[in-house]
């Protein structure tokens, strides 16, 4: 094994980024190449794969997601099981790119967050640091939220940092919308300089309800909208459309915010399955129509909170996260927000690996001893280099 040097001074290295998010659909991982650190990061999509939770495995991370049903015991056991389990895939996107663990300089984990209390200056993500380094025999960083509580921040989001090295245009206004299980953007305006204050906060709902709805009306047949097939099956009801955007307050509150499971979850979305089964609307109408109230979080944002604030140079939007894969979701909101309305895929990235990779770019900032925290975004009082190291085991 050779030595790590800290901080980082090679100017490229390997590394694996994993990322395990609020849908709690399986753990991503991205192996990239990455040159440089700050507004100079160049980055390399070398391998992608994605290990999938079984049925299980999703149960047990729900339980201990929710207070009532959670124990202490659960959670201490968890911490190792998903530590394995993010090992597996570190290990299987290094293998299936035909390359060894031997030349990966460090393992970047997101860790599945159980419960966030912004407010609180609390939050906890699991998955042992220490497994992952075990199994892997590599350094293994991770943790970050904790550091930028620390001073004050929310500790969420964290991505916009990635946002605006990456994407920042010197040409166009960029607002990055991510729609995973919860829906989240960085505004990213035209020629943005490295140290520039930037705004990111979370929309509401990416694919959180979408999901629990498919699972109530299949019987847990099915975990999601494939394609948005179902929405496309049925018809959104208009008025009632209304009354969700009315009823919800998270929608109106002031950015910057964060939201999560503790709001959008299993309990409102069975609250919209049994309003919408009254009211008589078949499945897919009710798929149909919590779609259009997922994609009005976001055009209401937008074009309510952010055009206003920004003159209108917002030019264009560029979707990541399983959101892009619904086709229903994707033309409405492209109707919504009346400007062009784009995939990563169409400026060279990739949809579904982006927070992976985003977690590998902040573990590289964090062993080079950089900051990457942005304080405009979470709240916190300075700049941070955020994460936690364990050495190879
Ligand atoms: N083919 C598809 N058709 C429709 N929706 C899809 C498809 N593939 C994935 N999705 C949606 O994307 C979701 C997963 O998205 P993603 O992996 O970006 O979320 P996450 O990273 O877990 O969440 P977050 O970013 O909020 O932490 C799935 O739960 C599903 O709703
Ligand atoms: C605490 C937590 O896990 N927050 C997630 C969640 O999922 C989306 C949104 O809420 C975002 O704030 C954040 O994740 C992304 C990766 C972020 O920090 O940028």
Redesign the pocket.
């Known amino acids: 094994m050779t030595k790590l040097h800290l901080p980082l001074e090679k100017e490229s290295v390997l590394a694996v980024g994993l990322?395990s998010?609020?849908s709690v659909d399986g753990i991503d991982a991205a192996l990239v190449k990455i040159n440089g650190s700050g507004f100079e990061t160049e980055v390399e999509l070398i391998h992608f794969e994605t290990v999938n939770y079984d049925n299980a495995l999703k149960e047990r991370i729900f339980k201990v997601c929710e207070p009532k049903t959670s124990s202490v015991d659960e959670v201490c056991r968890l911490n190792v099981v998903l530590g394995e389990k993010m090992a597996e895939a570190a290990i299987k996107v290094v293998t299936e790119a035909g390359l060894s663990l031997g030349d990966v300089d460090f393992v970047s984990s997101?860790g599945q967050?159980i419960y966030?209390l912004p407010d609180e200056a609390a939050?906890l993500?699991i998955g042992e640091l220490a497994v992952i380094a075990k199994k892997t025999g590599c350094v293994t960083v991770g943790d970050f939220?904790p550091s930028d509580m620390a001073v004050g921040g929310q500790?969420?989001?964290?991505?916009?940092f990635v946002d605006m090295v990456l994407f920042t245009s010197a040409k166009k206004g960029r607002v990055l919308v991510?729609i995973?299980?919860?829906g989240?953007l960085t505004v990213l305006p035209k020629g943005l300089e490295q140290g520039a204050d930037i705004l990111a906060f979370?929309t509401g709902p990416?694919n959180v309800l979408i999901d629990e709805v498919v699972r109530l009306g299949t019987n847990g047949a099915k975990a999601f909208d494939n394609g948005g097939e179902l929405a496309e099956a049925g018809e959104i009801k208009e008025k009632w459309l209304a009354e969700m955007v009315n009823g919800d307050s998270y929608l109106t509150q002031p950015f910057p915010k964060?939201?999560?499971r503790e709001y959008y979850n299993k309990g409102m979305a069975e609250k919209l399955w049994k309003e919408g089964q009254d009211k008589g609307y078949s499945f897919e109408d009710i798929i149909a129509t919590v779609t259009a109230y997922t994609v009005r979080s976001i055009s209401y944002t937008i074009v309510e909170q952010l055009d206003p604030h920004f003159n209108g140079e917002l030019d264009e939007v560029l979707i990541g996260g399983g959101g892009v894969h619904n086709r229903f979701l994707m033309e409405r909101l492209e109707k919504e927000l009346g400007r062009p309305v784009m995939s990563m895929e169409e400026v060279g990235f990739s949809s579904d690996a982006k927070?992976a990779i985003?977690f590998a770019i902040l573990g590289n900032e964090f062993l080079r001893q950089q900051p990457n925290n942005v304080p405009s975004a979470t709240g916190a009082s300075k700049l941070v280099s955020m994460g936690k190291l364990v050495l190879p085991i």
Request: proline letters at 7%.
């Open positions: 990322m998010g609020t997101h967050t966030h939050t993500q939220r500790g969420a989001p964290l991505v916009p991510n995973g299980g919860m989240n979370d990416g964060s939201t999560g927070e985003a």
